[in-house]
């Protein structure tokens, strides 16, 4: 599937379910979200969830997780194509001094909402910011009336590695979220035609996206929060 820039051949996508750990208030446990996304792409011959980062003993961040699957995608390129990986670098740290185009080339797939939470004080590292958008880059799309162009102006890191965000503009509005649908679950409407049936089964079989799922994590911090929050007090003492 080629991009109408014609820049790129679009041959795989991948769903990464977060970690428990992260702490999101109403975040069900990873093994349902696994399963109802395995059941949501049974249809698909081209997007796959890999459950890794779901899989981790804690929380790690997306800069992380675009690094392993960058490297298994490496892997399975040179093993394909008969080459040796061994002399070229894999992504173990950021490294932006040397910053070498890849093959294949990953990249993050955001709707303009998570574009805006870049500016948000703590929930990102300008460096791993910077290393997302310069060694990986962006695919951001337009939801609603939020302005993506708006939030790259206004960032310096995200203006100087403009090049590689690649703004696709949603035509078609769609409102749909997963938060209306968890509040519809909640309330006992109707969510058919909204999820495919056997996630809606999976849902019901299951219980899940209750009131009382709602309430997970109600009191939690986001952990990348946390973590800010801890390295400030033991520079504080």
Known sequence: MDWDEGLYKVI???????????????LVA??????????????SDWITQDPWESQQEQWVETVTVLRHHYNVL??????????????????KQADLSDAQPV???????????????????????????????QKFGLVCISRGDVDPQKFIYESDILFKYRHNIHVVREWMLND????????????????????????????????IYTAESELQNINEILQPLKAQHSMINVLND
């Open 12 to 26: 795989k996508g991948i769903i990464s379910p977060v970690n428990d750990k992260y702490g999101k208030k109403g």
């Open 30 to 43: 990873a093994k349902h979200r696994v399963a109802m996304v395995q059941r949501a792409l049974e249809t």
């Open 74 to 91: 490496f892997h399975q390129y040179h093993t394909k194509n008969g080459t040796s990986a061994e002399s070229s670098q894999v992504l």
């Open 103 to 133: 093959v294949p080339s990953l990249k993050l797939l955001c709707g303009a909402d998570v574009l805006k939470t870049f500016d948000n004080p703590n929930l990102w590292k300008d460096e791993h910011i910077e290393e997302i958008v």
């Open 176 to 207: 749909l979220s997963a938060t209306h649908i968890r509040r519809a679950l909640r309330r006992g409407c109707s969510v058919k035609y909204l999820l495919p049936e056997s996630v809606i089964d999976y849902i019901q079989q299951h219980n």
